[in-house]
């Protein structure tokens, strides 16, 4: 995976790769945390790899800082976060906004919004949020159809905040929905694995557990 130095592209140390978006369609700008205080989720309506190549096409006009693949939860990173996205369809969201795309289609999220997309994604923003000190609520952690004026219905009704919002606080990792309760006997095997937001850094155990 590419690990490009944070001292010449500012972001995430969580990216898999770095592949520039068309300088023309984003502005190039030197916001600092204190510029930054939302984060914009946005669903591609398309494919991982068809939303890479359309930031890259000079006459798309648009971009949004990450893009995270269905399957596995890969994140390329497309424009530095000091930079400005065309994303959100309203300028003001765009100056002081984080933008990711997300695979997929709102129509069909149920197939598209995968485990390995939400962890993948919850991790991504808990570092933004960390490194830019933006508050993980819904105030400042929003849907493309909760922009002022957005013509957008991205993510959708598939798109589950509840558990995203529960995965971002904890770092990107817990058990999936309806399986945090682990009072009383359970039986069957386990994997834990462990993020940190600081330094990029995953740790995984595993095990079985008897149900005594």
């Known amino acids: 995976p590419w690990r490009e130095s944070r001292q010449t592209v500012g972001g995430s140390s969580l990216v898999d790769q770095f592949i520039a978006a068309c300088s023309s369609n984003y502005s190039p700008s030197d916001r ?19 939303c890479i190549s359309w930031f890259q096409n000079c006459s798309s ?15 390329t990173q497309m424009l530095d976060e000091s930079d400005i996205g065309w994303h959100a369809g309203n300028w003001s969201v765009n100056e002081a906004s984080i933008g990711i795309e997300h695979e997929g289609y709102v129509e069909d999220g149920d197939a598209w919004y995968t485990e390995a997309m ?11 949020a ?5 508050p993980i609520d819904r105030d400042h952690i929003i849907g493309h159809v909760e922009v002022s ?6 993510p959708g009704s598939y798109w589950d905040w509840d558990y995203y919002m529960e995965l971002i606080r904890n770092g ?6 309806g399986e ?27 095990g079985t557990l008897s149900g005594q």
Request: net charge negative; proline share 2%.
């Open 118 to 128: 939400y962890q993948s994604s919850a991790a991504l923003v808990a570092d933004i």
């Open 32 to 50: 600092t945390s204190t510029d930054i205080d939302t984060v914009v989720i946005h669903t591609i309506q398309g494919s991982y790899g068809g």
């Open 130 to 134: 960390s490194r830019n000190d933006i």
């Open 180 to 206: 945090t309760d682990l009072d009383g006997p359970r039986a069957g095997a386990f994997v834990a694995t462990a993020y940190s937001t600081d330094y990029g850094l995953e740790d995984k155990c595993e």
């Open 149 to 154: 004026g957005a013509t957008h219905t991205d």
């Open 61 to 75: 006009n648009v971009s949004t800082h990450y893009v995270v693949q269905s399957s596995d939860g890969e994140i």
């Open 172 to 177: 990107g990792s817990i058990d999936g929905p």
